[in-house]
């Protein structure tokens, strides 16, 4: 059991941890030669030039403006003084509503803080039950639902605490449901022509003898959509010729590499091995073997490129078809086309950047088998995931690392080294599968043929949160493998379920405050430092950068990463609403950690993220329905705690909780979710009208060729956070009288 | 333990019962004098004319010809020779489905019956378990299950019958869902012009302060969709009037019965007393008091009327809004027209005489409560209908009886009287209660504000199933009230509870042998006898008829009644599909019971009902579901009948037959049930453009007044089986190649 002491002990080391990451963080975002790694989306969006262009040598590299160190928590107002219609204009409505997400943490935790700390902690206090109990305990557990003595009165004011948590978490998460739809339709309404708002992807075209695919397209949908019809765009199968590019692209920077080292050491030519990782085969001259192996490269590309244009197999059944006005596409998206529901499947088009091009191919009949397979794999995955590394933990022991690499037996046998491998080995192979585990998922994301970004990463994150619900929530309360509490869950009568897991929950507070520390705060203060794309641009500029546009590509900061990070905030939805009753000492390290990520990550999405693409929030729907969840499994929990605290008077009470919480989720689901998945003709309407009268465009020119595979658009480039930028003008007109101060962004936010 | 003599004595009886009434019923329908309880359907469809009309006195009453006599089982070659496309123009789509349900219960269990007599009677009988067990067993038992001993590896033939009997289910679910499909598309393609098809049903129109309901429908309809947009018709709030209405019509009703009581007797004026049910109060004149009140109505009926057509207040939000083609009703009917999800709602009209009227002022905001409300009370109605039964059964006592009614206490006290109250009066409570069930079940299910009959009927069917399901089924195998039941599933671990199930099956088969017996073949043999309704109409037509219309009106059949024969037959589908691998010898009862309705329901259909509305076989995905829950419940009993047998290597292996059955659900809910809850573009545009070419219509004129209130329509009828008939011209044109001798259907019917 931790003491008061322990906890504090720990709040130290975590604090000071965090302190440290961010004075780093303060330093080296001043120094000039790190300004890409901290600043890159105002270089993406060319508000930035790089400052190694200007100033003397040294003062190209270092900041020596001591003034400057001293106002080193500057970026923390920086971050937070962006209005949010700004934000949307910078770095994209997904990104401003994920931001929403800490913000709402704090709008449901902070109420939930005072009326715990004003009610509960006394209640709890004054108790002696621990006291006078045998059993050891600490200050942390006299604060808590332990303390409070058997078939107590007392729980009444738990049982109304947890109605009162309800009520306040739904009434913020329906307000924030509200604003969010809102700022959706408005978004949507504001938004400049966009080739998916006239789009309709086709899938399941039936295929016909007489007819190519194109003319299919055209005669169907002249037919069924005259009056709204106006082009299409087929879809090949370019996936070999993506691959051909992306090894030339290799290839090329190997090239590259090999270049800069020979001009910096003109004496030596470069030389490589060819076989497998360079470690053995053939010497040869490195330029020369990479320059003959781009050509060859080329010379394939070129050929398929050919092939891919030419051959009518390569057509896929999959379309893109624009539509004259929105309203069109709006009927077209949003109805059955002929009587056989599996063929001529119609949906919205996702933005072209966000489209994940590889999938399109994937025939319609497989894909649910595909579904079902990694339904299987992943349930297999979460609950049995541990059979493979603990098989992989026996291998490598130090038996299997000499057998591997004989040549590092005299350092391995030092017994110092020794022992830290037997130590620690095992735990680095399950932190090494925990780090792949989101590539492991949005691979099988991948698999199951989803056809845009957005929603792989939504699956993912799906997913990742399932994962750590078991395996981390479940995992840490009741000790043991994920694969015997199923069994154990199995073999209980389903009541009893809630109660097992209800009494080990007090008990595990203290483990919860530490994990909030290292993963929230720590981990939240290191994401600001960005420590490892630091070491991996300085290495890129080093040994890659030739020009500017190499320098652009190796400062790519990729996107915020939805699939691995909202899970994690819903971890600490789910621990905080867990323990607001239980034990409301946790609330505050909860708060702690939606105040700092908060303000961490508008920092990083103002100045650090480039969104791959922009899907209009249409993550909400889940994130909500994540807290939904996380409150009824805290709601059950508290049920089975109760239950066998002899305060069986309440449980009629308590079980109204779960059912009044679906209820209220069935009616935000009614209320709120189609603003997420369909699109109103009114809206459509409106716009279409609004759009011919204020500015009309030869929407045919500007559709005939937004949907074409990034492989045909410029090939050699991989830039593909930018193609975002080439395709879809996205200059917005805010109106002013809504979003005000837009004019100034540019200047004021140039840090 | 019944043994096979006592189910042959059973079965003897029953056979006995159904003949009796079979050939009862074969001698009445021949008696011209009850020509309108039989054949009534034609009378309907005018096709033909009152016998009593021509021939001697005697002759218009009582069949004379003894030749007649001889054919009695004529009806059923007449019944069946009728072809499937005659079946659907004479009866409507649903009744020719509906006859297909019990079809594929034949095409269903007749290989079933071959399969599980070759294979599994001979593995069972070849045991001696029984034998050498020390317990009393009968031959039935030796044939089924039981007589396996525990871990036997014969048990393998069951495991693979049971996939023989998923797979053949599944084949013939598939095979009929495509079919029924098929014909519903292909009745929707052979549709004349009818109002739903061009109609949607718009509800929850925002109210607005400057426009008039009907103003705002046609503002909001030109604008969003101005190609389409045709006329519409506002709902008024008429439930009182058609109250009004309605209590004229009983008024008449004694009216008529009085003055034909005093036009044969004119000796004595009629009285009648004033209080309740005429029991007691001031003895009056009846004619001249019923003269008086219906007057009184009349004009309470002309001011409510004059009331609801000119109070603004009386407008619902609710409209009809028709569209110049299918193809715009379809795309209004499926897509969703404004931000708030909640506004604006559209839906597919349903057919003139399907809209139940009562039911579209209830405002939208109260549907989820409602809905709430009915749930909570359908589960307690289930789970706790014996509480309020066993309160009755003990006031409905000796005692209880003599203090209501003392006149009645010489009588009682007879012993006899006395014991036979004492022993059947509780069951009688019982029996009435069931017979109330399904009016219960529709009460609530108006309750719940759904807006059309089949939806109605539909949503009573799927609780009486349930009800059956837990109470009958549950019910008898386990025997103990539902509410014991709940408990004990609640306190057992969930792989308990197929067990405890399971082993009680094999037990019980006996009894459900009998109950097929009693309630399929002889309770099908009472269905065709009508011995209710000839009563009724007999009696009808001595008190109260006086025109060739009354006549009409007496006789009026209603319509087949789905929301209880359906659960009936799907019970015999659970217990079929429950007992086909268990005890096989149960199998052929069922299919005797199946081919007899067949016979039974299609010569009722042809003769007798008269469907209230066209749902175009809507019914069918709810017929398909339950087919596979019966499956379902099957095998996950079956699993834990095994459990119990040390026959644990067959788990895994039939812990994959829920699995791929719930698959091949979600595989058809895909596949065919678009076709039964959508309308695909191409069908309307297909449909639209031919009528353009064939028969181009003044639609406006057509569909102006389509959708307005019965009462507006012709006051004082209550004919309402006749609304449809005027309202929608049914005369159907069929494609003589696909439905050939079309034309002949009326002379060679007219039996």
Chains 1, 2 share one sequence.
């Not at 003959?292 to 379309?319: F, G, H």
């Not at 929030?617 to 994540?626: K, L, M, S, T, Y």
């Not at 309407?685 to 559709?703: A, C, H, Q």
């Not at 080439?726 to 840090?751: C, D, L, N, S, Y």
Request: with cysteine; hydrophobic share 45%.
């Amino acid at each position: 059991m931790a003491t008061i002491g322990d906890i504090a002990l720990a709040a130290a080391i975590n604090i000071i941890t965090a302190l440290i990451f961010l004075i780093a963080f303060a330093i080296l975002r001043l120094q000039p030669v790190n300004d890409r790694v901290y600043f890159p989306k105002w270089y993406i969006k060319g508000l930035r030039t790089s400052p190694t262009s200007s100033g003397t040598f040294v003062r190209k590299f270092v900041n020596l403006d001591y003034r400057s160190y001293f106002k080193f928590l500057n970026w923390v107002p920086d971050a937070l003084t962006m209005p949010q219609s700004e934000l949307i204009d910078h770095a994209g409505l997904d990104s401003a509503v994920y931001l929403r997400i800490y913000l709402l943490g704090l709008k449901i935790f902070v109420p939930i803080f005072f009326f715990t700390w004003a009610i509960l902690i006394p209640v709890n206090w004054t108790n002696k039950t621990l006291e006078h109990s045998k059993e050891t305990y600490s200050q942390i557990d006299k604060l808590s639902i332990s303390n409070i003595p058997h078939a107590s009165p007392r729980f009444w004011a738990h049982v109304a605490m947890a109605y009162l948590v309800m009520i306040w978490t739904c009434f913020m998460l329906k307000k924030e449901y509200e604003t969010v739809a809102n700022m959706r339709f408005y978004f949507l309404q504001s938004e400049k022509y966009r080739p998916d708002q006239f789009t309709v992807l086709v899938k399941n075209i039936p295929p016909d003898d007489q007819e190519s695919v194109s003319d299919t397209v055209e005669n169907f949908f002249l037919v069924n959509h005259h009056d709204n019809y106006l082009t299409h765009q087929v879809v090949c199968n370019a996936n070999k010729l993506a691959k051909l590019v992306k090894t030339k692209q290799k290839k090329q920077n190997w090239l590259d590499y090999y270049q800069i080292k020979y001009s910096k050491k003109p004496t030596k030519r470069p030389t490589m091995k060819t076989g497998f990782l360079g470690l053995w085969g053939a010497k040869v001259d490195a330029i020369e073997h990479h320059e003959t192996e781009i050509e060859k490269l080329s010379n394939q590309i070129a050929e398929e490129r050919k092939n891919v244009m030419n051959n009518p197999k390569s057509i896929m059944p999959v379309a893109f078809v624009s539509f004259k006005t929105r309203w069109g596409a709006a009927v077209c998206a949003q109805t059955q086309q002929v009587r056989n529901p599996t063929l001529w499947l119609t949906e919205w088009a996702p933005e072209p950047r966000d489209v994940y091009w590889k999938n399109l191919p994937i025939p319609h009949v497989s894909l649910t088998v595909r579904k079902v397979i990694m339904g299987v794999a992943f349930f297999f995955l979460t609950f049995f995931y541990m059979i493979p590394i603990a098989f992989v933990q026996s291998l490598a022991n130090i038996e299997g690392i000499e057998k591997a690499v004989p040549f590092l037996k005299p350092i391995i046998n030092i017994k110092l080294i020794k022992s830290f491998i037997q130590g620690f080995l095992p735990g680095i192979v399950l932190k090494i599968f925990l780090m792949l585990l989101p590539k492991i998922l949005m691979m099988m994301s991948k698999f199951e043929g989803f056809l845009s970004k957005s929603r792989l990463e939504r699956r993912c994150a799906s997913r990742y949160y399932l994962f750590k619900f078991v395996n981390v929530f479940l995992g840490s309360i009741i000790a043991g493998a994920a694969f015997e509490q199923l069994s154990t869950f199995l073999n209980q009568p389903a009541n009893r379920i809630p109660e097992i897991i209800g009494i080990a929950i007090p008990m595990k507070a203290t483990f919860f405050i530490t994990y909030i520390m290292v993963d929230g705060w720590s981990g939240t203060a290191g994401e600001v430092l960005r420590l490892k794309p630091l070491v991996i641009y300085h290495l890129k500029n080093i040994f890659l950068v030739k020009t500017e546009r190499d320098r652009e590509r190796a400062m790519n900061p990729g996107s915020i990463g939805f699939n691995t990070g909202e899970p994690q905030i819903q971890f600490y939805f789910l621990i905080g609403l867990v323990y607001a009753v239980v034990t409301p000492l946790l609330i505050p390290f909860i708060l702690v950690f939606f105040g700092l990520a908060f303000v961490g990550y508008r920092h990083q999405v103002i100045n650090v993220y480039n969104p791959k693409y922009e899907s209009r929030a249409a993550f909400w729907p889940d994130v909500h329905g994540r807290v939904i969840t996380a409150l009824i499994i805290s709601q059950v929990l508290l049920m089975g705690l109760l239950s066998t605290k002899h305060a069986a008077a309440s449980t009629p009470v308590l079980l109204a909780l779960p059912v009044l919480t679906i209820g209220f989720h069935i009616y935000c689901k009614g209320r709120f979710e189609p603003a997420f998945i369909r699109y109103p003709l009114q809206e459509a309407m409106n716009k279409d009208t609004l759009d011919r009268v204020r500015e009309p465009m030869n929407l045919k020119g500007y559709l005939q060729n937004a949907y074409i595979h990034p492989v045909f658009k410029d090939e050699g480039s991989d830039d593909h956070y930018e193609d975002g930028v080439v395709i879809i003008p996205t200059k917005r007109q805010p109106r002013p009288e809504a979003w005000p101060g837009e004019e100034i962004i540019q200047e004021k936010h140039k840090p």
